[in-house]
């Protein structure tokens, strides 16, 4: 038997004594013992062979029969092929015009009270076109437009963003009222969030927020120093004012008084600022239930941009934070980063995506013009407008963009063994990097392979000295996990 | 697997899927029911239906392969071992002469 090894689907992380082998068309991953490790060392070395010749070379240390078994079982993973695969049809995979919508962004105001350097937004004080503030008109078309193309979904969310959302409470309050009445005749439950800098909260608008159980996300960047070095106020005379000040005492109002849901703080990182076990204590501190870390998007040259340098800060970072998870894990004690719970979800799930993420699939945004973008990232990117809510979603340019981007169209991908979980990266940090958001993220692979690995040992770990923590503490409740595990 | 365990929910999942396909597998015949060895049809050599195609719930499986309608076949071992008798060899016109046989009845 002709036998044709992939290294695209075996990758091999060592965890003490063991190996895991990860088979990556599946993203399964199983305890090898000394048979199947010597049968993939001899693949790796003889990427073409035959059964007969690896059970000779193998012979005096595991019998024919052994061998046969482990080789079998690799052709099952698609570690070994035994024939030429057939050529795979690049288009179309998707099309979205039969695709349901599940989430949609709405960009209530399109203006911040904050001037953070390092804001994806094009301008800092009002970006592109839209107008200032979305009006009711727009919003309620826009909650329309979400009924209609929900399909069969039970539930649907509104995600209210901005600029800073806060500053169109009024219009927030609107559009909660319309889309539970809307829900009530449709029969499908309605689930609001927001992502805000938090600088605006009153306890009038966190009752709102109790009463509605909104999911929040309070953009904060850590304890003073870090925070105020790029989350700025711009004063009238052009200076930069530190905003965490003002923060702190609503935050603190905020997590005493909204009990509904978990909080969420979310972290940009940025260079400098890329000590990630104080971030997390000072803001876990604080009471946010989970700390989510991102590493910044910025073009070549950008002051606050990571360099591989920084990326490796951060990465330490993330480890040193994922021992203190996994001693606490051990007490049966959950620890909110985000990040790795998000990673062992996936690994525990055997995730395996086509797409890096949801947008432009069950996930739309809407200016306050009513054009429709990819995602929250993208309003004013003219090159990723599709359609307006009141004119209609432009199907054959989404489907364009969406197999493009589709995992199985970037080679590189193809080669990588975390294409499951990964499928590339973020469409808009593409964007910002190549000018293209179909292109995968070449600098953050090295970043992510070695991450993810991190992550096997801590779910190994986790499994086998506190065998069902990954289920009760990490899966329940996660949004992210698939339903049949929570 | 022998050689791998699984580790992750996936893996058990791929197990699971794989373990099912392989009984269906082990069903397969090399090429039609003439090259097996087939101690009759309607019985097997003990008298009894076991393991049989004749049975209609062994007719179901063996009817997804290439051997088809055993049960229009007599039981050329145990009931009816002469009912080809009449053919010589397995010419065009032959089969014609096969016997129709019916069950005994006491």
Known sequence: MELQFRP?????????????????????LFVMDPVSDAVLFYAKAHPRSTLERITQELAGRFSPEEVAETVREFVKLHIFMTEQPKPKPILPVVD??????????????NKCNLHCTYCYEPEN???GPSPVQMDWDMARTSVDFLFQRAGKNREVNLIFFGGEALLNFKLMREVV???????????????FSLTTNGTLLTDEIIDFFQEHRFGLTVSMDGPKDLHDRRRSFLTNRGERKGSYDLLLPRVKRLLQRYNARPVVARVTVTKGSVAIARIYDHLSGLGF???????????????YGLEPADLRQVLAGFKELGRLYVERALRNQYTGFSNLSTLLTDIHAGTNKLFPCGAGLGLLDVDGNGDVYLCHRFPGTEEHKYGNVKEGLQYDRLNEFLNGAHVDNKPVCQTCWIRGICG?????????????????????????????????GVYMELQEKNPGFVETYVLRGRGDAPKELT | MKHLKAANHKAEMVETAQAAQEDVVGMAMPSGCT???NPGWEANMWGGTNGMCAPMEADLLSCANVCWWPAQVPDSLQSSPEWAKACSGMNQEDWKNFEVVF???D
């Open chain 2, 35 to 37: 090259t097996i060895f």
């Open chain 1, 289 to 303: 239930f989970e700390v989510g870390f991102s590493p910044v998007t910025a073009k070549n040259g950008e002051e």
């Open chain 1, 96 to 109: 979205i015009e039969h695709f349901p919508l599940g989430s949609l962004v709405l960009n209530v105001a």
């Open chain 1, 125 to 127: 004080a009002k970006y």
């Open chain 1, 8 to 28: 695209e689907n075996a990758h091999a992380v060592a965890y003490g004594e063991r190996t895991i082998l990860v088979a990556a068309k599946s993203m399964s």
């Open chain 1, 177 to 191: 009222a319309y889309a539970e009445e809307k829900g009530g005749e449709c029969g499908k439950k309605v689930e």
């Open chain 1, 424 to 456: 590339g990266g973020c469409y808009h940090e593409a964007y910002t990097q190549f000018g293209d958001g179909a292109l995968p993220n070449l600098h953050y692979c090295d970043f992510l392979r070695e991450w993810t690995e991190y992550g096997i």
């Open chain 2, 103 to 105: 069950p005994k009845v």
